[in-house]
Structures are given as structure tokens and as C-alpha cells.
């Protein structure tokens, strides 16, 4: 891991093995704006024989195209996860790109793409990732499956802070079902390469969000508390908004919308 310093903004960079990277804005702006940090944004590289694949584009503040030509000189499609700006605020570098279309009304600038479908593939020579719809957080967050190296690049759809607070989140009920038909598609236990990590995350981090659900479903209050944003200490964001912990997991939620 060293950090790309050349440019608008330093990107710190993990080298997962000779086909694969990922790569993170540190302390973005975008959260030293709101008072968040240290706080990352990641994205992945997924280099084929005949393509690449970059999943997510963080806000955009660095030249990001420019490390992605550093380390690969073939064709590269754009995968994004999800239509949050810090998913997505990079788009205009790169032409080849794919979003859910359930997603148009939260992203910020308007963009041309083409629109994601569940099981659809894209085969990059050797490797191919296979999209996979897990609405929750935004009704069109999409997970990318790479079969072959048993991986799973889940943008903010599961990860250890998944959160289903705000209106335009599914009911909790269909996200943890969501939840449980991706897992029944996986094989075995792939890592979990979020949107927010400079490292994969045990599979556990799926089956504890599962559970995370299951719980606060069944009306468990253990290990729950008053969600408070970090930036505003003594304040909640809404006055139904709840976390609930399960090992490493914790689940933020609206009351209003189980």
C-alpha cells in the first residue's frame, strides 16, 4: 500500500495480487466537509486478459483516470454500485459506463449510462464479475460477484456501517431479504470488498447484516441505541433513527420503515 501523490488529490492504493487494486481517497473532502474523519472512499480495479473493470469512482477530486491508465492500458467499463455522489462523482472520465437506472433521481448530475439488469455479466477475459441487485440502502445498489476469485464488491450494500435510514431506503424487511437471496447465489464465502475499506471484509460481515435485520424484525432491543451523526454530537439525525450492533456490524435504521 503507498499512496499516488501525483495530481489534484492522493489516492492511497492496495495491491490485492497483479490483477487487481484498490485504490481510496482518504479523508475526502466530501466528509471533511461534514466533519467525518478519517474516513475512506474505495474503489476496485479488476483487470482481465481483454478488459478492465473499475467498480465505483469516489467523488472525483483526483485524476483517477489517469491511475487507472497506470496500471492497465486495455478498455475500461465503469461498474458503479450505486448512485451516491461518493460512488459516483467521477463518472465524467471515463465513457464506458453502467448504473441502475432505479438510481437516476438521487444522483446529482445527470449522466448518460446504460442501465444495469440482475445477472447481468461482463466477461473480461478470464474474469467475469456478474451484477446482482441487493436494494436497501438506495433501491437500485448493485454487488459485483467475481466467481472465479471468490470475491463480492458491494459499494455501501453491505458493509459494516449499512445504513437504511434515510426516505429513499427500502423497508428493513427488504433489505434483509435482499440480503438473503444474494447469499443464497454466493459459493462458499467470498471476501466483501466495500466502498469504504481499504481491505476486504470477512463474509461474516453478510451473515451479521442478516442477522442485524432479523433482530430488530423480531423486536430485539439488546445492543440497540440512539443513532447520533458524529459530526453533530447530542443531535440525531431523525428522532427514529436507531443502531443496532451485532459483532463488528452495526445497523443503522428508521423505525418508521421496518
Known amino acids: 500500500m503507498y499512496e499516488y501523490l501525483k495530481g489534484k488529490y492522493p489516492y492511497m492504493i492496495n495491491n490485492i495480487d497483479s490483477a487487481f487494486y484498490i485504490f481510496c481517497e482518504p479523508d475526502s473532502p466530501l466528509y471533511e466537509r461534514i466533519g467525518i474523519t478519517p474516513h475512506v472512499i474505495s474503489m476496485a480495479l479488476v483487470i482481465g486478459s481483454e478488459r478492465a473493470a473499475l467498480i465505483d469512482t469516489g467523488c472525483g477530486h483526483g485524476e483517477l483516470n489517469e491511475l487507472v491508465r497506470q496500471h492497465t492500458s486495455l478498455p475500461v467499463t465503469l461498474l458503479i454500485t450505486h448512485g451516491d455522489y461518493d460512488h459516483c462523482g467521477g463518472y465524467a472520465m471515463f465513457e464506458d459506463r453502467y448504473m441502475s437506472r432505479l438510481d437516476e433521481e438521487i444522483v446529482d448530475d445527470k449522466f448518460t449510462y446504460k442501465d444495469l439488469t440482475d445477472g447481468q455479466t461482463f466477461d473480461l477475459g478470464g474474469i467475469t464479475l456478474e451484477a446482482i441487485h441487493v436494494a436497501g440502502h438506495t433501491k437500485g445498489s448493485f454487488c459485483f460477484y467475481d466467481r472465479k476469485n471468490n470475491r463480492l464488491f458491494t459499494g455501501d ?11 429513499r431506503c427500502n423497508p428493513l424487511h427488504e433489505y434483509r431479504d435482499n440480503l438473503i437471496a ?8 467470498p471476501d466483501i470488498y466495500c466502498g469504504h ?62
Not at 444474494?182 to 464465502?189: H, K
Not at 460481515?205 to 433482530?215: S, V
Open 197 to 258: 475499506s481499504y481491505t476486504a471484509f470477512p463474509y461474516c460481515t453478510l451473515t451479521d447484516c442478516i442477522t442485524a435485520c432479523n433482530e430488530v424484525l423480531a423486536g430485539v432491543r439488546e445492543n440497540e441505541y440512539e443513532y447520533f451523526m458524529p459530526f453533530e454530537p447530542g443531535c440525531p439525525i431523525l428522532p427514529d433513527a436507531f443502531e443496532h450492533k451485532v459483532n463488528e456490524v452495526r445497523l443503522i435504521y428508521n423505525r418508521n420503515n421496518l
Open 157 to 167: 450494500a453491505v458493509n459494516r456501517l449499512p445504513w437504511l435510514l434515510l426516505d
Open 182 to 189: 444474494l447469499r443464497d447465489r454466493l459459493i462458499g464465502e
